[in-house]
């Protein structure tokens, strides 16, 4: 049977859309890469943000129409399936299962049960060994660098987040186990690691998360190790020096502060004031220079005032990040943030939103321009040359970037070249070969 799995979301739902990819093979299941072609679809979802979750309804309205021409089994897993559970067979009768996101390996007696004739098939359990997925069943992507996932969960109770109630509470992978797949990526031709957790640097099993990074750093083969993603609660002096002083560690730290006003802060529960994430941000110390920092916005947060914002912006001009994810609130069920009055126009919403990233895409362009005529180490992230003439690459600081090599010159996919900045935009930069 033939199977196609769509993912929305963060890394930790890409990730997880390889280990169910991995379930299926195993079962003599076979992946297309054509939703025309499968039998089986299985759609991977995010409910971080409502646009998110009317992009999985969209699809789901297709896949119906689709259904009603051939045979098609149709499941439903991620954190939409998490969150409203049988509910969405009321909205959606076309699915045929509802997958949890802490039940992945019930996966194959999911679809077993649908392939039976079995309506309505369902499991959100919470499995306390959901974490401890056996790392050689994930069927990785061909990507240029390994997901590994050291911890799933958060014991934070930010009023406008699902992730408590989508992913439950904080589970760390033994120290041991993480280090096994290292190693086994490495043994695969992996030379780059990204550690993803809901809050990496809450991690402990058996070691500090500081400590574990030394630990993967020590892995023979490792080249460069990247987080994601962290809460300023949890990031700590050891660590903040095991990142800037492990060469091996990407120069690159994403670190969400979300609103610059300690009363927006204060209704988000987000148990810091802006003073403590600036303290926080200079335990970095001089290695502080060489790193790219990144930051999350919720911009239009209920009550949050002209006079807020602009505390928002303050920040924004203070700490001067190379870059940011900025998003309007967005109000998700079940969460204590829908309690509070959201009297806010939608057009000051808007109208703040758009003034903080055309301030941001500034501060993006002349982060970047720093850059041009530097020669930095990048990771070549295309099996060839684009249409265009380039090759696509990242920089250790996360910046894409189009590689000129040549025209007869070949790149080994995955690997790391010395290259020359000759130009610098806000969405990417220009190189070529050292």
């Known amino acids: 049977m033939k199977f196609y799995i769509e993912t929305w979301g963060c890394q930790m739902n890409d990730h997880d859309s390889e280990k169910l990819s991995g379930l299926l093979l195993r079962e003599g299941f076979e992946a297309v890469s054509s939703l025309d072609d499968a039998e089986l679809v299985l759609l991977n979802t995010c409910s971080i943000r409502e646009k998110a979750v009317h992009k999985v309804y969209t699809e789901l309205g297709r896949l119906r129409e689709l259904k009603q021409q051939r045979p098609l089994i149709i499941g439903v897993t991620g954190c939409l399936a998490q969150q409203e559970k049988a509910a969405l067979f009321k909205r959606a009768p076309q699915i045929d299962f509802v ?219 203070t700490v001067q990040f190379d870059t940011s994810f900025s998003f309007l609130y967005s109000p998700r069920p079940a969460t204590p943030a829908l309690r509070l009055k959201d009297d806010i126009p939608a057009t000051v919403k808007l109208e703040r939103l758009t003034r903080l990233q055309q301030r941001q895409k500034e501060l993006t362009q002349a982060s970047n321009a720093r850059l041009v005529g530097r020669e930095l180490e990048v990771r070549i992230e295309s099996h060839g040359p684009t249409e265009q003439g380039h090759w696509m690459a990242r920089t250790g600081q996360w910046q894409n970037v189009h590689l000129s090599a040549g025209k007869d010159r070949q790149l080994t996919f995955g690997s790391l070249a010395r290259t020359r900045i000759t130009y610098a935009g806000p969405h990417f930069l220009g190189a070529e070969l050292a």
């Open 99 to 317: 997958l949890g996101t802490m039940a992945l390996q019930q996966l194959p007696r999911l679809v077993e049960e649908a392939l039976a004739g079995r309506r309505r098939v369902i499991d959100t359990g919470e499995y306390p060994d959901n974490h401890l997925f056996p790392a050689e069943v994930t069927q990785r992507r061909s990507t240029a660098k390994a997901l590994v996932t050291i911890m799933e969960g958060c014991n934070h109770a930010c009023t406008y987040c699902v992730v408590p109630n989508t992913r439950g509470a904080e589970r760390s992978r033994p120290m041991s186990d993480i280090l096994a797949e290292v190693r086994l990526m490495v043994e695969q031709g992996y030379r780059e690691i990204e550690l993803l957790g809901q809050n990496v640097n809450s991690y402990h099993g058996g070691c500090s998360f500081a400590e574990l990074l030394e630990l993967v750093a020590e892995v023979k083969g490792v080249e460069w190790i990247r987080l994601t993603t962290s809460h300023p609660m949890n990031f700590t002096r050891e660590l903040a020096q095991a990142l800037v002083t492990n060469p091996k560690v990407a120069p690159f730290l994403h670190l969400p502060i979300q609103s610059g006003s300690n009363a927006v802060l204060r209704r988000m529960l987000r148990e810091y004031t802006v003073e403590q994430y600036l303290e926080r941000l200079a335990y970095l110390g001089e290695g502080r220079q060489r790193f790219a920092l990144s930051t999350d916005f919720i911009v239009g947060f209920p009550g949050e005032t002209d006079e807020d914002f602009e505390a928002t912006m303050l920040v924004l001009e």
